[in-house]
């Protein structure tokens, strides 16, 4: 399987704190994607970082990339009970459109 | 922004029967459109490539003749489930490729539950 995989896969922090979610993939890619989905619903795209790229900020969101050891992390600061929701990394396959997605983390922010 | 519409959102069907998902890219052309079915507290795991006027590229261990895709426009592409069983119960969701640009807009999903 191409999945990547994420960790850890569920996280539980009190409001305030620092959240970071790790992604790990296995082939060469373009891009990058982090994505929030909330129970049930849709998915919302975060951040793309392309694979010239080391880290990109959106807000309260920090991305890195490391291409030599194919992973990626997503950093979300001091974080509220309404960033709760999983959260997964897509990866597209070199040479297509198609994303391939993590694992996903379960993040859990207590009020 | 560009915006992907599923329809229906949530549906419900009978074993045995089939059922339609469609995807939509609303104010772009999608030449390309993916598939992809979601389990409760799993990942998104790819389905299917659909190609506008051409036969979809179905992933490694999906059943194309269980999961019919039909790209007839330019701005719609469809996911039939066929003789949907229970174990078929799921989260599809759909993406475009918008063709300026380049860019992946997912759809909102389509809850399939089949009693």
């Known amino acids: 399987s191409q999945q990547g995989e994420e960790d850890p896969q569920a996280l539980s922090i009190q409001e305030g704190e620092n959240a970071t979610m790790n992604c790990s993939y296995k082939?060469?890619?373009?891009?990058l994607q982090w994505y929030r989905q909330n129970s049930g619903r849709g998915l919302v795209h975060l951040i793309l970082?392309?694979?010239?790229?080391r880290e990109k900020h959106s807000g309260r969101l920090r991305v890195t990339l490391d291409t030599s050891k194919k992973s990626s992390s997503l950093l979300i600061t001091a974080s509220r009970a309404a960033d709760t929701a999983s959260y997964f990394c897509?990866?597209?396959?070199?040479?297509?459109?198609?994303?391939?997605f993590g694992t996903g983390t379960r993040l859990k922010v207590l009020a | 922004g560009a915006v992907v519409s599923q329809h229906p959102s949530w549906v419900i069907c009978k074993s045995g029967t089939s059922v339609k998902i469609e995807c939509r890219s609303l104010?772009?052309?999608?030449?390309?459109m993916f598939w992809y079915r979601q389990f409760p507290k799993q990942s998104l795991m790819l389905m299917a490539t659909?190609?506008?006027?051409?036969?979809?590229?179905?992933e490694q261990g999906v059943e194309k003749d269980k999961f019919l895709i039909n790209h007839a426009s330019l701005t719609l592409s469809t996911l039939t489930v066929t003789s949907a069983h229970p174990e078929d119960s799921s989260f599809y969701i759909c993406?475009?490729?918008?063709?300026?640009?380049?860019?992946?807009?997912f759809g909102e999903g389509s809850w399939l539950t089949v009693v």
């Open positions: 082939t060469s890619i373009n891009n």
């Open positions: 659909s190609n506008e006027g051409s036969k979809a590229t179905y």
């Open positions: 897509a990866t597209d396959v070199r040479g297509t459109y198609k994303y391939i």
């Open positions: 104010d772009f052309q999608a030449t390309t």
């Open positions: 993406s475009a490729l918008r063709s300026s640009g380049n860019t992946i807009y």
């Open positions: 970082i392309r694979s010239n790229e």
